[in-house]
């Protein structure tokens, strides 16, 4: 319902319940704030706000206004001024905003704010982009009555965790801080302490300021009250320019300002994007950028001249790699040759990548799954992934979202907070993992399986969604698609028959009622999102179950219904997508010729390799058996050091490109820094190899040039360009002290575009295949899982110095009820011994996790979790050994 | 108290509440009771038993002055010596009342432990000044004479 009230003499509908400060904001009216965030709760604690409100005179035996003589309505003026940012609006309400009594209000709050913050603006951080500067010039007095000898004095350089400093003189203490880690970070580790001239804010947690979202806080603080020990006193805000880009740490594809000075980043900001990031980032994503400037960079191409690598041009380096590959091509075939590019290259890369090799080379060996890529993929997306239009910022009562074997707080951070979000605005949170995470806090249901069951689990709620009804006698399955669109659906409902509950119950330790209650809860919702993640397991059964889930449900082809993949890099999508693997082609056709995978090929089956961002002998720890390897990288990383050729790559922030994101969402990214030395982008290398190899048409001269033949070959990529991923959005930014705090840039805000998914189109038929599940898991003995960890042991991320004290070291962590079995503590050490190999680390007693569950993160220094498990695996299996090492 | 005598009581006291967040200030209140004041093991249990972090604990005990988290007599003096209860004399009734209990004119807490003095900001009973709260209980018209016979008496007590 709309209501419509006055303000300075404007008439301004707007949908009831909308507060002053919004409905003013609407109309180009700006109500200063301080404490008002419009992505938190209203609390009116700073008073910056005050206007003065009337409200219409109602008769109480007609219910009609009142009017005066003159015929205009009779307004009653409340006696006191009204905070904008807590009242919402009311039929006929009348506001002042421009009075002289208004004026004085905030001349009044000002003073006051100011009697206890320093002057300090000159060497504060905040100098240039600070609302409290800003609104001081336009509404304070000027001149203050208090003396300046008894102003308030307080710690100036407190560190509130290792990465944020408080200056507590500064602070007006507005809650904005405190607000986001309660509200939206869902790690309550800010408080106010004490009361009146002694409040102040504290963290008490172990580490200090512990969340990754703390960086945060310094954006929306209004104030330069909490800075970043990464910017503080680097630069001023007018010094920086700003370069639109987006976060390459993981899938989510964050939108983010690259902020530089004399060529280098000195701030990392997010950009706000709605669909994506809103307006935030993860202190990875913030932090983590040191590896642009990383004095390791390589530079200058490098080759093997009698066992020693020697700096080379770029032509001799090219020559001699296509020189090479021909060699090996014409002996012994071109099957002889293999590639393995990283999922963090841009999609213009990874194409040119594999086109490099199945087109120019003639090999169908491609693969982009080692590492954090190995032992998780996905293929269902393209059928069944949420369909465009999706908005988890939107989603509330109604949506069911479940959540598959992720940690979403490590691996996906802003996920987090969208799907938490969602959970807090009404949605139905089934969170279903094999430990306890973060989001149970937020869940509804919480399901935990044991490892190896998760497929098991989805055919549980498969049979209760196809076999039983709801309250009202109506069956559980969505009505839109189902059965019109679907086929197999009789096949399927006599294969998960037998996949009862009770019988699911035995296999999983999840009490029959739990999953009946899920999958009751998930279907009776109007739109249901499915989030999956390595945790689940990697069978193929599992994603089939988890299609068929979607599909029977009806929760495919709309917005805000689907499946999403938390795959683990910031291109792994565009990877699967743009086949860099050796059974699809681009575009999710598959491949007539299977090429080998990335195991096969590093354990010897091919002689020449050609790695682009990728590390596969950093894990594997086995001999290089190679003829020949090529090496694009960064740094000089395991696999680089064993290269034939080292080829110098620059960074995501000197270049420009493209990503797609976990939700599909290709994101454009703009080059803010020069590369360093000769270093040059992958896909410029790629094109020149080409070339020397004597492929013709390969005259890209930039990634846009790329970016156009992706979209005219490639279906999903239709009526996509870069002009179209950068088209300018309308948010709502121009008074950016509501969101931003007072960000000096002037960022564009793009959106990026979607890929369709098949279920939206109107004439596609959903098969419901059936693949069996694997083996039942074992229901004794220990399992071993590595889980995935924010801070892990990655090459980039080693670069942040900041950040060294966050990186997770090596250690297994036990459950409290094995850890007194075993007669563990902190600190002692653990051998863990599987299938013959065994290792001995410092235990961490961890009660997240249940008894028969012991964890080592994957991609920790020395990789001991996939030196243990082998690289694709997430969890062991039976047979597992731990035990106390004798003397610690 | 034993933090198994605490986790006991705490069972009935969560009983009264929809959530177990809301006991917060109870719980306090039971773990500051037999000692006068919360150390940081008392903050920990709190947040530990209610499933919220030491932050948030540390913050509700900020707020309210009557969670004391240094260690205080048994017996807690408190005289107001603003500016109306020092027109009755409650200033100068302080500064001897700590000299006798052989404190500093700041006060403090006595050798035996028993008592801790302080000045506070209004006890709301002006017109009754020297007044001094020990522990829940006022004592109002005041003088050097009454207040040594309280003191004598809680000495007795123990």
């Known amino acids: 319902m709309d209501v419509t009230l006055t303000i300075d003499n404007r008439e301004v509908t707007v949908p009831a319940g909308t507060l002053i400060v919004e409905a003013a904001r609407r109309i180009g009216i700006e109500i200063p704030v301080f404490c008002y965030h419009p992505k938190m709760l209203p609390v009116g604690m700073c008073r910056m706000c005050l206007v003065t409100v009337g409200l219409p005179v109602v008769n109480r035996e007609t219910g009609r206004p009142e009017v005066d003589a003159a015929g205009q309505r009779v307004i009653r003026w409340l006696p006191k001024p009204v905070t904008a940012c807590t009242e919402p609006v009311s039929e006929g309400m009348v506001v002042i905003t421009d009075s002289a009594q208004v004026a004085a209000d905030r001349k009044g709050i000002l003073e006051f704010l100011l009697t206890s913050h320093p002057l300090d603006c000159p060497i504060c951080d905040k100098g240039g982009e600070c609302p409290l500067q800003d609104l001081t010039y336009r509404h304070s007095p000027g001149v203050s009555r208090f003396d300046i000898a008894s102003k308030y004095h307080a710690a100036k350089a407190y560190p509130l965790g290792d990465l944020i400093v408080l200056d507590r003189e500064r602070c007006i203490l507005c809650a904005r801080c405190t607000r986001f880690q309660q509200e939206i970070a869902d790690d309550p580790v800010l408080a106010i302490e004490n009361r009146g001239r002694d409040a102040m804010i504290v963290s008490y947690s172990e580490p200090a300021f512990n969340s990754h979202y703390s960086g945060n806080t310094t954006d929306i603080c209004p104030v330069g009250a909490l800075t970043t020990r990464d910017f503080r006193f680097h630069a001023r805000p007018w010094e920086l320019e700003h370069t639109a880009s987006v976060c390459n740490h993981c899938g989510v594809g964050c939108n983010i300002v690259l902020d530089t000075r004399l060529g280098r980043i000195v701030r990392v900001m997010p950009r706000q994007n709605e669909l994506v990031n809103e307006v935030w980032i993860c202190d990875k994503g913030r932090f983590a950028h040191h590896f642009h400037a990383s004095s390791q960079r390589l530079t200058v191409p490098l080759m093997r001249q009698g066992g020693r690598m020697v700096e080379v041009s770029w ?461 039942d898991p074992p229901t004794r003995g220990v399992v071993l899982v590595a889980p995935r960890v924010l801070y892990d042991g990655g090459t980039l991320l080693g670069q942040t110095q ?18 007194a079995v075993w007669g563990l503590a902190d600190g002692q050490r653990v051998r863990v011994a599987v299938c013959a190999r065994e290792i001995a680390l410092p235990c961490r007693v961890n009660p997240a996790l249940p008894t028969g569950v012991i964890a080592i993160p994957r991609n920790l220094a020395n990789n001991v979790a996939e030196m243990l498990l082998g690289e694709g695996q997430l969890f062991s299996p039976a047979g597992l050994i731990v035990e106390k090492q004798q003397g610690s | 108290m034993t933090s198994q005598a605490f986790y006991e009581e705490l069972q009935g006291v969560l009983k009264k509440y929809p959530v177990k ?138």
């Open chain 1, 315 to 775: 032509d001799e380096a090219l020559q001699h790699v296509a020189t090479r590959l021909r060699a090996i091509c014409e002996q012994h075939g071109a099957e002889a040759i293999g590639g393995i590019a990283g999922a963090r290259l841009p999609n213009e890369d990874l194409y040119l990548f594999q086109k490099l090799l199945r087109q120019v080379i003639g090999t169908p060996n491609v693969d982009y799954r080692v590492g954090l890529s190995a032992g998780f993929e996905d293929d269902i997306v393209a059928e069944v992934g949420v369909a465009c239009g999706t908005d988890l910022g939107r989603v509330g009562c109604g949506t069911a979202i479940l959540v598959l074997g992720s940690d979403l707080d490590e691996e996906a951070p802003i996920l987090y907070l969208r799907v938490a979000g969602a959970a807090r605005h009404g949605a139905t949170l089934i969170n279903a993992g094999g430990r306890a995470t973060k989001l149970d806090q937020r869940a509804t249901h919480v399901l935990r399986y044991r490892y190896g069951s998760a497929t098991h689990l989805v055919l549980g709620l498969l049979h209760v969604v196809l076999h039983e009804t709801n309250e009202q006698g109506r069956a559980l399955t969505g009505n839109e698609i189902v059965p019109g669109r679907v086929r197999g659906l009789a096949e399927l409902r006599a294969h998960v028959s037998e996949w009862t509950p009770e019988r699911v119950a035995t296999i999983s330790g999840v009490p029959a009622e739990a999953i009946r209650a899920a999958a009751h809860a998930f279907a009776a919702a109007q739109n249901g999102i499915i989030i999956y993640g390595g945790e689940a397991g990697n069978h193929p059964a599992l994603r089939r179950a988890i299609a068929n889930l979607a599909i029977v449900t009806g929760f495919v082809g709309r917005p805000n219904n689907g499946v999403i993949a938390v795959l683990a890099h910031a291109n792994s999508r565009g990877a699967e997508d743009l086949g860099i693997v050796p059974h699809r082609l681009p575009g999710y056709a598959p491949a007539e010729r299977h090429g080998l995978n990335a195991t096969e090929m590093v354990q010897g089956g091919v002689r020449a390799l050609l790695v682009a961002g990728a590390d596969p002998f950093a894990i594997s720890a086995r001999q290089v058996n190679l003829e020949f390897l090529v090496v694009q990288e960064l740094f000089m990383s395991a696999t680089a050091q064993q290269a034939d050729v080292v080829l110098p790559a620059v960074a995501p922030g000197e270049r420009s490109g493209s990503y797609t994101n976990l939700e599909r969402r290709v994101q454009y990214f703009h080059p803010a820094l020069l590369p360093p030395g000769m270093a040059r982008p992958d896909w410029s290398i790629l094109r020149h190899l080409a070339v020397l190899l004597g492929a013709g048409g390969w005259d890209y001269a930039t990634p846009a040039a790329v970016f156009e033949e992706m979209a005219r070959t490639i279906p999903l990529y239709a009526n996509m360009s870069y002009e179209r991923l950068t088209q300018p959005v309308e948010i709502s930014r121009h008074m950016a002290h509501y969101i931003y705090a007072g960000m000096s840039y002037q960022s564009e805000a793009y959106e990026g575009l979607q890929w369709p998914t098949l279920a939206e189109q109107a004439m596609h038929t959903f098969v419901l295949e059936w693949q069996a599940p694997p083996p």
């Open chain 2, 21 to 158: 967040q809301s006991a917060v200030l109870e719980a306090l209140y039971i773990l500051q009771r037999d000692k006068n004041y919360l150390s940081d093991e008392d903050i920990h249990t709190a947040a530990e038993a209610l499933e919220m972090t030491v932050t948030e604990v540390q913050a509700i005990v900020g707020f309210y002055s009557l969670f004391r988290r240094q260690p205080t007599g048994k017996y807690l003096i408190q005289v107001c010596t603003d500016l109306p209860c020092a027109l009755r004399g409650a200033d100068a009734f302080y500064r001897r009342l700590c000299e006798r209990l052989g404190l500093p004119p700041e006060g403090g807490t006595t050798a035996d432990g028993l008592f801790t003095v302080e000045e506070v900001v209004c006890l709301a009973a002006c017109d009754r000044a020297p007044v001094a709260q020990i522990n829940l209980q006022y004592f109002e018209h005041l003088t050097d004479q009454a207040m040594d016979a309280v003191i004598a008496r809680l000495r007795e007590q123990g």
């Open chain 1, 802 to 819: 900041l950040l060294a004290s966050h990186v997770v070291t090596s250690h297994v962590a036990v459950s409290p009820q094995d850890a």
